[in-house]
RNA sequence: UGGGGCGUCGCCAAGUGGUAAGGCAUCGGCUUUUGGUGCCGACAUUCGUUGGUUCGAAUCCAGCCGCCCCAG
């Protein structure tokens, strides 16, 4: 099979490249570039991550591994569908005083649709597209689905991120990394002696200051607590997010959290960590994977955030992409924005939406 | 300028003669392909100030400075 597999210089993606062609794959490499030089000049993000001036170091490791293992390398141009779908979604969303989640809308919107996309617009001929995310894909003879389940190493698991990938994109996509620990990974990496081994997990979606992004003027407003009394000025509501406790600058008997985000009155409520326990959500936009969408209320599992053991709760859908999501135990640090994420008990994705609002009772 | 009270880290606050708790905030690290959370670590040679008593004071005494309250 013609593959052609995402690189993004780092461990995974590099090993991926490395099982598909071990297994006899015709294997292109390719990168997208998502960094607008000339829009970003003035930007200065110190370490590595996903949308970061040092892209090129990235395109440069990738292009390497490409040469060491003679195969075709592309890089493919995404900045202007980036900055469409992903960075101006994340502004408007931070300024409406939501807290976006730029991986889930970049995995559905540009790594897995514009960049294979505009592969082949480029005559870039393949049959899969593949990536080093550790997720595991199949295909559902009875249900006529492709499903998505969690990875084999729960710790490295980003099938969070890719809950909103459609049926027809996943039908041509190959994840090869989801039966692996992160282990197995660097010790294949090691094993073809990757200049990327020992690189370090983590990659954030930009280092900098997120205000180097959003390019806005400071709007200073109020700091309140829950019955309204003024407690400090903060410099606009889209530096905080629901949950958020560090960089308040206030200090209390106890630790304050961030409990609210009221763009209107341009206020950031703060209260103790009890005070920002929910008990159900509102859900939109909602999209199903593993399964036909729910048309009664049925007992889940959600999460609420990537590194979150997924916790049992009833989906109530509501028609209309909309659901009701509640919990059976309170939930910490619900924020709008952020996506609810549907499991069943074997930790098949079976859908999500985008969190819309949190409430204290159970509806 | 009569009476009373108070002044310990950026904030709150223990400690009332034996050589400065704790919480919050802040900073650093770890964790993490969003935001964030969590965890670990750092953080007052000094107790408004000047003198005195004492082997020894943030703790006792006196003056001064500042703040608060009640009377006026």
Same mark, same amino acid.
Not at 4 to 19: E, F
Not at 104 to 120: D, G
Not at 136 to 153: F, G, I, K, P, V
């Given at each position: ?178 039966? #692996? ?17 020992? !690189? ?62 009221? !763009? ?7 209260? #103790?960590?009890?005070?920002?326990? !929910? ?76 969190? !819309? ?7």
């Amino acid at each position: 099979m013609k593959i052609l597999v995402g690189l993004s210089g780092g461990v995974d993606s590099s090993v991926a490249l490395c099982i598909l062609k071990e297994e006899g794959h015709e294997v292109i490499g390719a990168t997208m570039s998502i960094w607008d030089k000339a829009k970003h000049l003035n930007i200065t993000a110190q370490k590595d991550a996903c949308f970061s001036p040092h892209e090129e170091e990235d395109i440069k490791a990738a292009r390497a591994l490409c040469e060491k293992l003679d195969v075709p390398y592309h890089v493919i141009d995404c900045t202007k569908e980036y900055q469409r779908l992903v960075l101006d979604n994340f502004k408007s969303e931070y300024l409406a005083g939501r807290t976006p989640n730029p991986c889930v809308i970049c995995n559905a919107t540009i790594k897995f649709e514009a960049l294979p996309r505009s592969a082949k617009a480029q005559g870039i001929a393949f049959d899969k597209f593949a990536t080093g995310h550790y997720a595991r894909l199949s295909y559902n003879e009875n249900l006529q689905r492709y499903q998505l389940r969690c990875a084999a190493d729960e710790k490295k698991d980003q099938s969070y991120f890719l809950y909103r990938l459609q049926q027809e994109q996943l039908s041509r996509i190959h994840l090869p990394l989801g039966e #692996y620990t992160k282990e197995q990974v660097r010790d294949i990496a090691r094993k073809y002696n990757l200049p990327v081994s020992e !690189k370090p997990d983590s990659q954030d979606f930009y280092t900098g200051d997120i205000n180097d992004i959003l390019q806005t003027e400071p709007k200073p407003g109020n700091f309140v607590d829950k019955k309204g009394k003024v407690l400090g000025t903060h410099q606009g509501i889209w530096n905080f997010t629901i949950g958020q406790r560090r960089g308040l600058g206030i200090s209390a008997d106890r630790p304050l959290y961030v409990i609210g985000l009221d !763009k209107d009155k341009n206020e950031v409520m703060l209260g #103790y960590a009890e005070d920002g326990m !929910k008990a159900s959500l509102s859900a939109k936009d909602i999209t199903w994977l593993s399964v036909p969408p729910f048309t009664e209320e049925k007992e889940i599992f959600v999460k609420l955030r990537s590194s979150q053991k997924p916790v049992p709760a009833v989906c109530v859908p509501n028609g209309n992409e909309t659901a009701t999501i509640r919990f059976f135990e309170k939930q910490k640090a619900v924020a709008a924005g952020q996506s609810v994420v549907f499991y069943d008990e074997n930790g098949f994705v079976l859908g999500g939406g985008f969190i !819309k609002s949190a409430h204290n009772a159970a509806d």
